[in-house]
């Protein structure tokens, strides 16, 4: 039976005071530094999508953590995304051996995103898990970590966690199927929202937003092109740019779906959309929220 749960669409007048006009004054630490951890082995591009997209979306640092194994092979083309080896004992992936050198990293930073292209070995599971419970920064949770997260330890964050899992993610998180959870979108994101005192943004067509107190919102913006390899970790980014920008959980992640969402509007519209990919999307995100900017 599908849930009844009364739900809101999103608008941009919900996130406005994100895209209000910038001070003179202000200077790249205004706007909040995002670290992301992600990657492993050859598996590179899902950190470096997110990495851009965070910096597109407007925060003024990104840092790009890789397992020591990983930033070997890296070879960034964008000199504004700054990247970090974590030490992983050779293995290529992230242990618990890196925890000290990423907890170092997070000092100073506003918020973290976790997870594209980390895989799911016993160890990658170990970093994840101790990682968050650990951290004070707020976190965006996406992909592999998700694969690998601890529920139990997740509702136990002192500090605000957002978890994007697309469907089949979620069912994994649920004990259910993928079909059950497209057959009630909203139930399912609403039940990991209490489960986990975490927010969720369950992406698939008519992304829906959950937060822990109950409150519900669906994003109208989007289109089929953007089915299509990293677009979820575009949007992790967006996410964690937005909160690093000090912008609540809840705020951030509506004003990031629609402007996702917006963005890949306006590549099908220039591209139609069998040939939107992901990086189309992040840089048609200055497009979008200046295209926002002038409605409200």
């Given at each position: 039976?599908?849930?009844?749960?009364?739900?809101?669409?999103?608008?941009?007048?919900?996130?406005?005071?994100l895209?209000?006009?910038?001070?003179?004054?202000?200077?790249?630490?205004?706007?909040?530094?995002?670290?992301?951890?992600?990657g492993?082995?050859?598996?590179?591009?899902?950190?470096?999508?997110?990495?851009?997209?965070?910096?597109?979306?407007?925060?003024?640092?990104?840092?790009?953590?890789?397992?020591?194994?990983?930033?070997?092979?890296?070879?960034a083309?964008?000199?504004?995304?700054?990247?970090d080896?974590?030490?992983?004992?050779?293995?290529?992936?992230?242990?618990?051996?890196?925890?000290?050198a990423?907890?170092?990293?997070?000092?100073?930073?506003?918020?973290?995103?976790i997870?594209?292209?980390?895989?799911t070995?016993?160890?990658?599971?170990?970093?994840?898990?101790?990682?968050?419970?650990?951290?004070?920064?707020?976190?965006?949770?996406?992909?592999?970590?998700?694969?690998?997260?601890d529920?139990?330890?997740?509702s136990?964050?002192?500090?605000?966690?957002v978890?994007?899992?697309?469907?089949?993610?979620?069912?994994?998180?649920?004990?259910?199927?993928?079909?059950?959870?497209?057959?009630?979108?909203?139930?399912?994101?609403?039940?990991?929202?209490?489960?986990?005192?975490?927010?969720?943004?369950?992406?698939?067509?008519?992304?829906?937003?959950?937060?822990?107190?109950?409150?519900?919102?669906?994003?109208?913006?989007?289109?089929?092109?953007?089915?299509?390899?990293?677009?979820?970790?575009?949007l992790?980014?967006?996410?964690?740019?937005?909160?690093a920008?000090?912008?609540?959980?809840?705020?951030?992640?509506?004003?990031?779906?629609?402007?996702?969402?917006?963005?890949?509007?306006?590549?099908?519209?220039?591209?139609?959309?069998?040939?939107?990919?992901?990086?189309?999307?992040?840089?048609?995100?200055?497009?979008?929220?200046?295209?926002?900017?002038?409605?409200?």
């Amino acid at each position: 039976m599908n849930s009844t749960l009364s739900q809101l669409t999103i608008e941009p007048a919900m996130f406005a005071g994100l895209l209000a006009p910038r001070g003179a004054a202000a200077h790249k630490g205004t706007f909040g530094h995002v670290l992301i951890f992600a990657g492993s082995g050859g598996h590179l591009g899902a950190g470096y999508l997110a990495a851009l997209a965070a910096l597109r979306a407007g925060c003024g640092l990104c840092t790009l953590c890789l397992p020591e194994g990983a930033f070997a092979r890296f070879d960034a083309r964008y000199p504004e995304v700054m990247c970090d080896p974590i030490p992983d004992g050779g293995a290529g992936f992230f242990t618990p051996e890196g925890l000290a050198a990423a907890h170092g990293l997070c000092e100073g930073k506003q918020a973290m995103a976790i997870g594209p292209a980390l895989g799911t070995a016993e160890g990658t599971g170990q970093f994840v898990n101790r990682l968050l419970l650990d951290s004070e920064l707020p976190a965006v949770v996406d992909a592999d970590a998700l694969n690998v997260l601890d529920l139990d330890a997740l509702s136990r964050r002192g500090s605000p966690s957002v978890l994007t899992p697309h469907p089949g993610e979620m069912a994994g998180l649920l004990g259910s199927s993928a079909d059950e959870v497209q057959a009630d979108r909203t139930g399912a994101a609403a039940k990991l929202a209490r489960q986990t005192r975490a927010f969720v943004v369950l992406k698939g067509h008519g992304t829906v937003v959950a937060a822990p107190d109950g409150r519900l919102a669906t994003n109208p913006t989007g289109n089929p092109g953007m089915a299509s390899a990293g677009m979820g970790d575009a949007l992790t980014g967006i996410v964690a740019s937005f909160i690093a920008q000090g912008a609540g959980a809840w705020e951030a992640s509506l004003a990031a779906v629609y402007i996702h969402g917006l963005a890949g509007d306006i590549a099908a519209r220039e591209l139609g959309e069998a040939s939107v990919i992901a990086s189309d999307v992040i840089g048609r995100l200055g497009a979008a929220i200046k295209e926002i900017a002038y409605r409200i």
